[in-house]
């Protein structure tokens, strides 16, 4: 018999290399049980945990990690955090989602007050476990005043009994995780179903057609009227934005139709011109229960919202195009103390300027200049 061929002999060494490959995995697999630990091998790499992209503003203080730090696993930790139920609707909603990303973002398991699952619940499906009046008072709380946009501090909070307050309702703490805030506000079905029997048999008035795009329009009032010029030197939506943001939507889709709600529809129906046909006043402003408007609204296609965190929610969980009231205040007002334009309306929103001119006219006498 002949020497082995070369081909032959390649094949005996690949064969071995297998089997030595082989009886190497098995032997490892008696002394690590757990399985390999491969991080040591890649210590700046997450395993089996999917990232989080967290949006900290500029001028915010970031550590070098930032981009691929490690989220722990939703309630990995014990401990119990809440925050407190303030404000309106609106408010109620942006601090529950405000919660849920940040417990869930430090490992910790989320809890509501009865107040706010009283404000919610009648409208959304939500989820978070109710916390007992009792615990909440027997529980050595540390409170954290949380400002209205994302810090890189506040995903690496230590406390594990932690309530948490302010009005936080930035899209840059809860945005990586929307599906889930999605869910957590879907509508109870009696509440879309009705929205939708109001949407239906809407109709285009000088053509008596359905409409092939539905745009909700949310105009803000109330008690606006008096804090914005007096408080913040600001301004709410008027006649002429809402004449803007409607023809910016003409201009783009084909028979849209405009479902408008306010806490002053009143106003509404005297300043918003209806001679297209293409207007409905379908809201009914009643602050004491607003689920019936808010559902109209993020049964909508798109959004015209004008300030306010009402419609900022209703414009987050309708999706579409939405027109949003921009730079509504002077540039000295302490509003902007408090409030980043850049985390409070998503980049891909449209912003139209508000006109400032009754406040600048105002300043001037105040000051003597005619």
Known sequence: MGPPKHRHLCLAFLAACVLSAISLFLYFQDLFPSGLDLSILCPHRCLGTSPVAIFCLSGTPVSTNTCCSCPQRPASLPGTWTIYSNGRFGNQM???A???????????????????HAALAPVFRITLPILAPEVDSH??????????????????????HLKLFGFPNSWTFF????????????LHEH???????????LRLGHTENPPRTFVGVHVR????????PHHWKGVVGDRAYLQQAMDWFRARYEAPIFVVTSNGMEWCQKNIDTSRGDVIFAGNGQEGSPGRDFALLTQCNHTIMTIGTFGFWAAYLAGG???YLANFTLPDSNFLKIFKPEAAFLPEWVGIAADLSPLQKEAGRFFGIP
């Open 94 to 96: 942006g601090q529950y």
């Open 98 to 116: 405000t919660l849920l990303a940040l417990a869930q973002l430090n490992g910790r398991q989320a809890f509501i007050l009865p107040a706010m």
């Open 139 to 160: 529980t050595p709380w540390r409170k954290l005043k949380l400002h209205d946009w994302m810090s890189e501090e506040y995903a690496h909070l230590k406390d594990a």
């Open 175 to 186: 945005h990586h995780m929307r599906e889930q805030i999605h869910s957590e506000f879907t």
């Open 191 to 201: 509440l879309r179903e009705e929205a939708q029997s109001i949407l239906r048999p």
């Open 221 to 228: 009032r109330g008690d606006y009227l008096q804090i914005m």
């Open 321 to 323: 195009d939405t027109v």
